[in-house]
């Protein structure tokens, strides 16, 4: 076979129409989804505005939307092919018969991601950029779609769990988290100088610690313990910066004591000599 012969049988195969064909009919539905994205993307960004929602949600929705999507192009285009090589796909959809019904129980677990999958975004148990906790893994959202969810934790692990087996789920990322605090103070001190002193020093604090949504609240005595009253504090925080305020308020509650000569209980041991 001459190069002439060879360029004749190219030519022929790239004129057939089971060569261009699937190739026109790929591009078609790459060009007609990317179109479709564009457009649910630009009415729920647009729908977001107007109504002040969750963007988050909405971002997640139509994360779902545009996954739908490509499957249902996906599917017309390999039906579309099939016809090009001369499957009758009417027949063969019309004729499945028993083949339906193992299909059906075979994909079964498929459907129950589906469904699972919308009922987490109709309900808002979480979106995407949500921190949450699956089992033992906590992690952020970063992937909600039809057949899986996928969370980031920390470290950089990422957990890729089927829908179908979320059936617990602890979500972190609320409006606000809570910061609880409780201070033990000695039973001789003067319980009346003690609020004051936290009063004065949470006007500071509020001030001063950007990670709050609230002021500072001291809910007053909790417990009677042992060997200490003990104040109750909380206030709220920006989602997962609870345990900073935490920290920030036992230190500054610390320092203030210290100045103002309130002792904070703690155990001791004595040890007797016998002789």
């Known amino acids: 076979m001459d190069i002439v012969d060879f360029l004749n049988i190219l030519v022929d195969i790239i004129l057939s129409k089971y060569f261009y064909l699937p190739i026109i009919y790929i591009v078609v539905g790459v060009v007609i989804f990317k179109i479709l994205k564009k457009i649910v993307v630009a009415v729920f960004n647009r729908q977001s505005r107007l109504i002040g929602k969750n963007r988050k949600r909405y971002s ?24 090009v090589y001369g499957i009758d796909v009417k027949a063969a959809l019309t004729g499945l018969g028993i083949v339906s019904v193992i299909v059906g129980l075979a994909f079964q677990d498929l459907f129950k991601d589906f469904i699972v999958g919308f009922t987490i975004i109709i309900e808002d148990y979480f979106s995407v950029g949500d921190t949450i906790k699956i089992g033992e893994f906590k992690g952020e959202v970063t992937h909600i779609g039809l057949k899986s969810t996928r969370l980031k934790n920390i470290d950089g692990s990422i957990l890729i769990i089927s829908n179908r087996n979320i059936d617990r789920v602890i979500n972190y990322s609320s409006k606000y988290s809570l910061a609880m605090v ?49 104040y109750k504090i909380a206030a709220q925080t920006q989602v997962l910066e609870q345990f900073s305020v935490q920290r920030q308020i036992r230190k500054a509650i610390k320092v203030e004591f210290d100045k103002e000569n309130i002792k904070i209980p703690y155990n001791q041991i004595e040890v007797h000599n016998g002789k």
């Not at 994360?63 to 016809?83: E, N, P, Y």
């Not at 100088?193 to 909790?222: A, C, Q, R, Y």
């Open 182 to 230: 409780e201070i033990p103070v000695a039973y001789e001190s003067d319980l009346d100088k003690v609020e004051k002193v936290l009063t004065d020093l949470f006007k500071k604090l509020n001030k001063s610690i950007k990670e709050l949504k609230g002021d500072i609240e001291i809910w007053g005595v909790e417990e009677l313990g042992d060997s200490a009253v003990v």
């Open 60 to 83: 997640t929705l139509v994360q779902v939307i545009v996954d739908f999507i490509k499957l249902i192009i996906v599917a017309l285009v390999i039906l579309s092919i099939l016809t």
